[in-house]
């Protein structure tokens, strides 16, 4: 009895366990994997990333002068982390500790145009890279 009086008492003055969502935040574990942040002036373009990618969420786009756009889709992502661990330049693609905040319809990117825009333009930028052939003599 007087243990747990003691117990009870201990407990008053306690830091609750649980937390009051969603007014407070949830603090992520240590070492969550969340979204991932792009830094374009460290890229090199090799498009790693883009190929290891399971769900297919980051996509280039190619500009007619060759440039590259990195696109990036934080609701398809799934957090594994393998487009950091295949980029080949320190810090271009950083994976921070939140989640893609909750959105409305109209703020998740139209993924579908952008990945036809991704094939259509690469196809367009490969095409004209070939290089016209020699005529035979
Ligand atoms: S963390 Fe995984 S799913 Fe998300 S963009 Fe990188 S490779 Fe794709
Ligand atoms: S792997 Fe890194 S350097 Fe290569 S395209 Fe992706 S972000 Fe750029």
């Known amino acids: 009895m007087k243990d747990m009086f003691i117990e009870s008492l201990k407990n008053l003055f306690k830091k609750p366990a649980t937390h009051q969502y969603p007014f ?19 890229c090199i373009f090799c498009t790693k990333c883009e190929l290891v990618c399971p769900p297919g ?8 002068d060759g440039s590259r756009e990195f696109h990036y889709n934080p609701y398809l992502c799934i957090y594994c982390g393998e487009c950091v661990r295949a980029c080949p330049k320190a810090g271009c693609l950083i994976q921070v ?6 959105a409305t319809e109209e703020e998740i990117p139209n993924w579908d145009e952008i990945e036809k825009e991704a094939e259509e333009s690469k196809k367009r930028w490969l095409k004209a890279r070939k290089k016209p052939q020699a005529k035979k003599s």
């Open 24 to 42: 407070e935040p949830s603090p992520p574990p240590p070492n969550y994997r969340g979204n991932i942040v792009y830094k374009k002036e460290l």
């Open 57 to 64: 969420a980051i996509r280039f786009t190619y500009n007619e």
């Open 97 to 102: 500790e939140e989640m893609a905040p909750p």
